[in-house]
């Protein structure tokens, strides 16, 4: 929201002169990428810790099955709450006294990759983890100065950060 804005001021200097120090020469191209990873992860952070919960059932969803894994239950028979006032949002049928019909909708690779960050509180972390690793992996596959820029883009994204915020797995 407008009011946070000034939390990401400075991870975004951060990884804009990372940014800045990739366009240049190649042989500062390790620097420049650990300052886009440093700022990225810090604004990620900030994310999390600092926004509130935001209101998206994935969110919801996923901290419920993450939660109900980590007690033994089975998540995929957590009965999940319908958080939006509209019972037209997901069809006809599926929102009876306030719950959902359906399950928990994602495959168990999303589970298993998300109950170990609701450890930590929320889920999201492992979006954020996902993100970083996903960066650094690129550039131990193409370890170029082109594989460094392109590690930046993917966490430079400007929707990378709502990904992260909104829990999305998609």
Same mark, same amino acid.
């Given at each position: ?57 994935? &969110?919801?969803?996923?901290?419920? *099955?993450? #939660? !109900?894994?980590?007690?033994?239950? @089975? $998540?995929?028979?957590?009965? %999940? ?60 596959? &193409?370890?170029?100065?082109?594989? *460094?820029? #392109? !590690?930046?883009?993917?966490?430079? @994204? $400007?929707?990378?950060?709502? %990904? ?7």
């Amino acid at each position: 929201t407008g009011e946070h804005l000034h939390l990401f001021i400075v991870p975004m200097i951060i990884a804009g002169l990372g940014a800045a120090i990739l366009i240049g020469a190649a042989r500062w191209r390790h620097v420049g990428l650990a300052g886009v990873i440093l700022g990225h992860a810090l604004a990620g952070f900030l994310a999390i810790r600092q926004l509130p919960a935001p209101f998206i059932d994935v &969110w919801d969803f996923q901290q419920d *099955a993450s #939660a !109900a894994l980590l007690r033994g239950q @089975n $998540p995929y028979e957590v009965r %999940l709450k319908n958080i939006y006032e509209s019972k037209v949002l997901y069809g006809p049928g599926t929102v009876v006294d306030g719950y959902l019909t359906l399950r928990y909708p994602y495959p168990p690779l999303t589970l298993l990759m998300t109950a170990p960050a609701k450890m930590l509180g929320d889920v999201r972390w492992a979006d954020l983890i996902a993100l970083e690793a996903a960066a650094i992996f690129m550039v131990l596959a &193409w370890p170029t100065h082109t594989g *460094a820029r #392109a !590690a930046a883009m993917i966490l430079l @994204n $400007p929707c990378s950060l709502y %990904l992260v915020y909104s829990a999305w797995t998609e």
